[in-house]
């Protein structure tokens, strides 16, 4: 197997999004929902991505590592393990709620999953902030006193980000994503989120949206206090590096290239600015063929056993997702 795949995204109405997917990345979106995610990549018995083009076309992510894991992911892959990884767009043009994922001990005894997630600021308003982690000093009783007063917006760590910026958000960090931003996340496969707090408002159903207060609160860190994201930069440089994965931002000027061999591990191409071609190595030592283009928003996935070149047509952002394969 020495194909990039490629797969078919999953849009999911929201009532927090909107329609940034088709304005800012030139997707078309079925008509007059408000989307909020798009699920790129994603092993889950409810929802399965499916190839696009190339010799495994319309085959499920799921069958395809049932039938060729250790191409896709290396020899030591195990037999019927799902895809660890799910990638998404989140178009926020509302405030999200105030939420937390629970860490693996509390996951376990509340029956969900834990869930690390990294987030990358494709565009950002004016003004527009994150929520993760708690003000310093606060408190698991003025936290629950601040529920019932309304008052859980001072209790929070909110700072302002812009285009490029990231931040890495563990499971148990209490976090909300503000109103206007456009954010590529890359985590943990897993769906387990505990809304804490919804800011007042009602789903599409018109009435409230369902609270699971006493989970939100046995699985925040109750010590994570400000933390802060990793700023945009004109260079490359690693972004995230945790126990579930590590994503490089790789630079690239106009008519460079990345060289990303095989027989390494798998790894998960994101193109955030710009456009590249991908080149298929032919092991002759001769200059690759130049191959598909992947243009803004496009999420990839690089077999194992595949060697590819990826050359920028412009300057080119990349996001370079490694060491998920355990």
Not at 155 to 172: E, Q, T, Y
Request: proline content about 6%; aromatic content about 6%.
């Amino acid at each position: 197997m020495r194909d990039l795949l490629r797969f078919e995204p999953i849009y999911q109405e929201r009532v927090w999004g909107g329609r940034a997917l088709e304005s800012a990345l030139g997707r078309s979106l079925p008509s007059g929902a408000p989307i909020g995610e798009s699920w790129e990549i994603v092993d889950r018995t409810e929802a399965q991505s499916i190839v696009v083009g190339g010799p495994f076309n319309g085959q499920s992510l799921r069958s395809l590592l049932a039938q060729h894991g250790a191409d896709v992911m290396g020899p030591r892959w195990p037999a019927g393990k799902p895809f660890p990884l799910l990638v998404k767009w989140l178009d926020c043009r509302e405030r999200l709620s105030l939420q937390v994922h629970p860490p693996a001990a509390v996951a376990a005894e509340l029956r969900g999953e834990p869930k690390t997630e990294n987030w990358y600021i494709a565009h950002s308003a004016p003004e527009a902030h994150l929520i993760v982690g708690l003000t310093r000093g606060v408190t698991r009783a003025q936290f629950e006193r601040a529920i019932g007063d309304n008052t859980v917006e001072a209790c929070v760590h909110h700072f302002r980000v812009a285009a490029g910026d990231s931040i890495l958000v563990r499971s148990g960090q209490v976090h909300a994503i503000d109103a206007g931003i456009l954010i590529l996340e890359i985590q943990q496969n897993s769906d387990t989120t505990y809304r804490v707090y919804d800011w007042g408002r009602v789903g599409l159903d018109g009435l409230p949206r369902q609270l699971h207060v006493g989970q939100s609160l046995r699985s925040i860190d109750w010590n994570d206090f400000e933390p802060t994201p990793v700023r945009a930069t004109p260079t490359s440089g690693m972004i995230a590096d945790c126990p579930e994965f590590a994503i490089r931002r790789v630079v690239l000027g106009a008519g460079e290239r990345l060289h990303l061999r095989a027989g390494e591990q798998p790894r998960l191409v994101s193109v955030v600015s710009g456009t590249v071609r991908t080149c298929l190595e032919n092991g002759t030592g001769s200059r690759p063929a130049v191959g598909q283009k992947v243009v803004r928003g496009e999420n990839l996935l690089l077999p194992y056993c595949g060697a590819f070149t990826l050359s920028a047509e412009s300057m080119a952002i990349l996001l370079i997702t490694e060491n998920f394969s355990g």
